[in-house]
Each structure stands twice: as structure tokens, then as C-alpha cells.
């Protein structure tokens, strides 16, 4: 049965790509792009460094695959080597494998040659089709076992990766959407810093008032599909039926409904209206009108907030994304990645996996995490912790986000679960969300209006999860 689940999934990825184009990773990834004034390099190989040599003896190895290169990658080696010095019982290699998606398509080709990590990053939108594998072991059972508590984690994050029975795996890499914002620009048109709960209309007041000061572009964003479903979630908004594919398998997609065309609407209607300049689904690309101070504002993942602060010429702010005016705030989305436990059938190897999750977890090593970073730390004690308030005031870009993820609501006003802000889950996710990019030219290109092109988008999702459900029934 595992056999057969892992084959029909590597079908069900190949055809997607194939049919959809997926291409590069999802947004919510660090950028690593270079200011416009500066010359891109050629692309470098990963800067991941090898692991070192096993030491002689009766330590077990474990195999941990990670999609984090450049920098990112340098501080997973860092994590790794601290915990291979600090024990003599456990040694971890750690190996980069591309991107999210490589990453994805590297494991499944590894359950079919019986290659499998031990531990495996993945992002938030594989999350069904890890559990799907019937591979892994999820996280709730080990921390039964161990006495582990699971409430340590910020809820929004907790209940992110968790289903009805709790934690599926072990948070590791948070981010979440904001805007970042040129204070100098805001300044020179007589703008006070944006207010942290903003609405789609003050969004667009703001623009206009940058643009009466001759800014050239408002804003910049890409036209990836997580903006998209940032926005909707913020409005209270669900993804998928079967509260965000959380109560039950995804069988229709509703992003197509009222609050969806209101989104839609607003993001495409800024490029059409001359705010943002159409840079396509790039992130990279959406960065440099920021950076060459022809955009007063980005939205852009958290975890590109050393970057930009890094690159930027200018003092740069951050706040919050704006919401729907038809909605209250409902806050934001977990992104990013975690770690996940595959079953080696040895069970040593996993309770050596486990140690290692457990140590990737600590507050000193997510305080670490954060401040080389820009991810957010996923415990709630960090949130008091007298260096990272101290960090804070001096980077108060750092905390943005966590204060964007504290507010997030949760839970219901009669105490049920927030499934929009809870995050969807589908088999076919990726695949769907390449679909809200291509809706973006269907728009900006082909002219039509966005009801039209977010029903055109879920016709074709809910045809990719019929398919992908159907090998489940």
C-alpha cells in the first residue's frame, strides 16, 4: 500500500508540473536579489558546505534534506554542526537538495530506491502530500511519547501544522507576508507611517499620495498565488471547501466566491491603475523597483527582511498587510517549512531524528535562527526573552512579523477554529496555485475581468483535485 501511494504520487506530481508549468520556488522563500545599481553575478553554486566526516564510533548517522542555499544554507550548516558537537551519540548530515519543490520531487524518487532522508524540509504546501506518502511519523506521536509540550509554540504556527490529532511535524522556518515601506519616500510626500491594520481603500489613498509626489510606483509585488491567499485569508476568506481542506479531503476550491474577486480586484487593479509595475511571479524581480527607489513600498515575504534592510540605500519600515474592507482583520498565514520524521523502520534512527528536531526547536537555537534570518522564532517564549527584546528595539523590522502572527485570530468569536487563517491543504496545491499566476495575465493580458479569470482559475483546480482524489477514494 505505501508502495502504491508513493508511485500514484509521483504521477500525480509529473503530470501537474506538466500540465501547469510550475517553475522556481513559491513565494515565501528568501530572496537573495542584488540592488539594481549593483551587477547580478552569474549563478553560484549552493553555498552549503559539505558535512564533515563521520566520527569513528557507534554514533547513527542521520540524513537531513533542507532546501535553504546562500546564507540560509550557511545557518542550517551552523544549526547542524552545533548539535553534532554538543552530543557524541547522534551525527546529523545535513544536504541540500534545491529548492522546495526539488527538494519534493528528490523525495519521492527516494522511497522508490529505498533512499529516504530521516529528516525532510519541506514547505507549507506539500503538507497534505507528506501525509499523503503514508511515510511519515507524525510529531504528535512523538511528543506523547517523549512528554513533549506542544503548546511552546505560537498558535498560529501550532495549529498551522497540525490537524485534529496535533502536530503533523516539527515547525522549523516560519514567515508570513508585510510591507516593506521606503521611509524616505513616505517622508517626502508628507506620509505618516502606514497604520498597521490598514484597508485595501487606505492602501490606495497612500498611492495616490505618493504618486501626487512623483513617485513612480506605490508598490511592487509579484503575482504569485500566496499573496493572493494572504489577502483572502486576512478578510476571513476560505481557499478550499472542507474548511480549508481541513475537516475533510478538498473536493471544490471557493477562492472564486465574493471576497476572492474583492482580492483579485485589488492586487490586479493596482498594476492595471499604473501603481505596481508588472513584474510577474518573481520575487527577485518584484525587489528591484524597491531597491532602485522607483516603488515606495514592496510586499515580500518576512524572511527577506535582512536582505532588503542589507541592500537597501535608503531606511526602510515595515507593517502590516492590509485587509478587505468588507472584513474585519483576520491576520495572516503561516509559510515556510518544516521538518518532517520519515518512518526508516528503524526505530533508533527515528528516535535520533527526533533528538535532532527537538534541538532545530530550542529557543536558543530560534533565537539564532532569527536574528541571521529574518523567519520569525515559533516559540511563544521567545517572545519575552530579554535578547531578543533587545534585538527588537534595535531592529524593530525583525519583530514586525511576529507582532503581525500574535494578532492573528485564531480562533472564531465562539471559540471554533479560524480555518482562513489556519491555511488550506490540497494534494494539488502547487499545481492550483501556478493557476492564480496565470489568472494574473488572464487580467493584465488577455482582459478579462477578475471574476472571470478566478473562475476560469477554479474550473481547472477543481478538474486537478478530482484527478488527485481520485486515487484516494
Not at 79 to 101: C, D, M, P
Not at 215 to 228: A, D, I, L, N
Request: charged fraction near 20%; hydrophobic fraction near 40%; include cysteine.
Amino acid at each position: 500500500m505505501k508502495h502504491l501511494k508513493v508511485m500514484t504520487l509521483i504521477v500525480l506530481v509529473a503530470i501537474g508540473v506538466t500540465a501547469c508549468g510550475v517553475e522556481g520556488p513559491p513565494a515565501g522563500e528568501p530572496i537573495t536579489a542584488t540592488p539594481p545599481q549593483e551587477a547580478a553575478a552569474p549563478a553560484a553554486a549552493p553555498a552549503t558546505a559539505p558535512a564533515a566526516e563521520v566520527p569513528t564510533g557507534d554514533r547513527i548517522e542521520i540524513e537531513f534534506w533542507h532546501a535553504m542555499s546562500s546564507s540560509l544554507g550557511e545557518a542550517v550548516e551552523d544549526l547542524v554542526q552545533r548539535f553534532n558537537e554538543g552530543q557524541n551519540e547522534i551525527f546529523v548530515k545535513a544536504t541540500f537538495q534545491g529548492s522546495y519543490q526539488d527538494n519534493s520531487n528528490a523525495l519521492l524518487a527516494a522511497f522508490e530506491a529505498d533512499t529516504a532522508p530521516n529528516i525532510m524540509q519541506n514547505n507549507a504546501l506539500a503538507t497534505q502530500t507528506m501525509i499523503d506518502t503514508d511515510r511519515i511519523i507524525p510529531v504528535w506521536q512523538l511528543m506523547e511519547t517523549d512528554g513533549y509540550d506542544p503548546d511552546i509554540f505560537i498558535p498560529a504556527v501550532r495549529d498551522y501544522y497540525s490537524d485534529e490529532t496535533g502536530l503533523m511535524s516539527m515547525p522549523f522556518n516560519s514567515s508570513t507576508a508585510i510591507v516593506y515601506y521606503n521611509a524616505d519616500l513616505f517622508d517626502a510626500a508628507g506620509l505618516e507611517p502606514p497604520d498597521r491594520e490598514w484597508t485595501f481603500s487606505e492602501f490606495l489613498e497612500t498611492c495616490q499620495a505618493l504618486q501626487a509626489a512623483d513617485v513612480p510606483f506605490c508598490v511592487s509585488f509579484s503575482s504569485s498565488g500566496w499573496y493572493f491567499e494572504q489577502f483572502l485569508a486576512n478578510g476571513g476568506g476560505l481557499y478550499f471547501n472542507e474548511n480549508n481542506g481541513r475537516t475533510g479531503r478538498a473536493t471544490d476550491v471557493q477562492f472564486y466566491e465574493d471576497l476572492g474577486v474583492e482580492v483579485f480586484s485589488f492586487l490586479t487593479g493596482l498594476i492595471k491603475d499604473g501603481y505596481a509595475p508588472n513584474v510577474g511571479p518573481s520575487d527577485v524581480e518584484s525587489a528591484g523597483p524597491f531597491f532602485g527607489e522607483q516603488a515606495a513600498m514592496l510586499i515580500l515575504t518576512t524572511a527577506g527582511v535582512q536582505i532588503i534592510e542589507s541592500n537597501a540605500n535608503f531606511e526602510v519600515g515595515t507593517t502590516f498587510i492590509p485587509r478587505p474592507d468588507s472584513s474585519e482583520w483576520n491576520g495572516v498565514v503561516v509559510g515556510g517549512a518544516s521538518l518532517w520524521l520519515i518512518d526508516s523502520d528503524d526505530p533508533e534512527a527515528n528516535a535520533a531524528a527526533w533528538e535532532f528536531m527537538k534541538f532545530a526547536a530550542e529557543l536558543e537555537q530560534q533565537k539564532a535562527w532569527h536574528m541571521n534570518t529574518g523567519y520569525y522564532p515559533i516559540r511563544l517564549d521567545a517572545l519575552d526573552d530579554p535578547e531578543l527584546q533587545e534585538f527588537w528595539q534595535e531592529n524593530p523590522n525583525f519583530r514586525t512579523a511576529v507582532d503581525e502572527l500574535i494578532s492573528t485570530k485564531t480562533t472564531l468569536e465562539d471559540g471554533s477554529p479560524n480555518y482562513a487563517v489556519l491555511g488550506a491543504r490540497a494534494g494539488p496545491f502547487p499545481v492550483i496555485r501556478q493557476l492564480i499566476v496565470e489568472a494574473y495575465s488572464w487580467v493584465l493580458d488577455d482582459d478579462l475581468t477578475p471574476e472571470a479569470a478566478l473562475k476560469e482559475a477554479a474550473q481547472k483546480a477543481n478538474e486537478e483535485l478530482e484527478n488527485y482524489n481520485a486515487f484516494f477514494e
